[in-house]
């Protein structure tokens, strides 16, 4: 847990509602912030299975499952290319096209493109989505509704990432589907107060209001878990993901991106859902765990 991310401080959190999980459950689990010294403390500490509860780059992109890999500790969660993969969002919409699984319209810049203006070549019409190819919790991410937002969004989004994602802004409904050894969670419906899910509104109490069931069609509702697990299935994803989308004002869902290492703690959203389905915390970090397993 921990690590080197931009998302560190919710990573802890998330390890230590698993480790509290864990050790009710009578296992003997011990807590490891990540660092450059990991491979030295699996040795010294001769961990048998890692349970990862890292977000974003360093522990959700790959690169700690491949160090796994290599040392042949059994781990939970995807494996190495799945977990490349959805971290990269252009990547992982790339892949959601060829399989036909719908996702906004998208384009894509690299930092040095952007200058003091907006690319001239931008083909999608405003609102725009802005964010960088590669960090999660909505880390420089921008909605961007006029020109001058598109010009600042474009700044935001290059703080974090080389390559720009600017994605068709679908309005509507913002909802959830989580994804638990290849069976689809109840969906969950986000609403935040601010209108916009940015990480002030994920991560302050208050703030945003989660409704279970979501309020979709039951055909659309269906139609959500029906693309949700297919987006975990193309990417190679196992363990448990949870895949965000959003529903236009008719209701139809489009794939957002998919999140290897949800949150974890005892009202994130993965969890919620698991509940609403009757699989106590406990149970659901027990459930987890005994997935582990090597990938390669």
Not at 39 to 67: N, S
Not at 70 to 91: C, D, E, W
């Amino acid at each position: 847990m921990g690590g080197l991310s931009r998302e560190r401080e919710i990573s802890l959190k998330t390890g230590k509602a698993i480790l509290k999980a864990l050790t009710e459950k009578g296992y003997t689990a011990c807590p490891i912030d990540v660092g450059q010294d990991i491979v030295e403390t699996l040795i010294k500490k001769k961990i048998e299975c890692a349970f990862i509860a890292l977000h974003g780059r360093f522990g959700e992109d790959g690169t700690i499952q491949g160090m796994l890999e290599l040392m042949r500790i059994p781990y939970t969660g995807s494996g190495v290319l799945a977990s490349a993969l959805a971290l990269h969002k252009i990547m992982a919409k790339k892949i959601f096209l060829c399989e036909k699984i719908p996702t906004p319209s998208f384009e894509v810049f690299r930092r040095q493109e952007i200058g003091k203006d907006p690319p001239k070549k931008i083909s999608l019409p405003l609102p725009l989505v802005v964010k960088p190819a590669r960090e999660g919790s909505t880390i420089g991410v921008s909605i961007a509704r006029t020109e001058e937002e598109l010009v600042l969004a474009f700044k935001e989004a290059g703080k974090y990432d080389e390559e720009i994602l600017v994605e068709e802004f679908i309005k509507g409904k913002e909802i959830t589907v989580g994804i638990l050894e290849e069976i689809p969670l109840p969906v969950i419906e986000i609403v935040p107060k601010s209108g916009f899910y940015d990480y002030h509104s994920k991560y302050t109490k208050g703030e945003t209001q989660y409704i279970i069931p979501a309020r979709v069609p039951r055909e659309k509702y269906l139609n959500a878990q029906e693309m949700s697990l297919k987006a975990f299935r193309v990417l190679g994803c196992s363990g448990c993901a949870r895949v965000d989308l959003m529903a236009d004002e008719k209701g139809d869902p489009f794939v957002i991106d998919v999140n290897t290492m949800p949150g974890m703690t005892e009202t994130s959203l993965l969890p919620q859902a698991a509940g609403y389905a009757g699989i106590a915390f406990e149970d659901l970090v027990e459930r987890i765990l005994l997935g582990a397993s090597l990938k390669m």
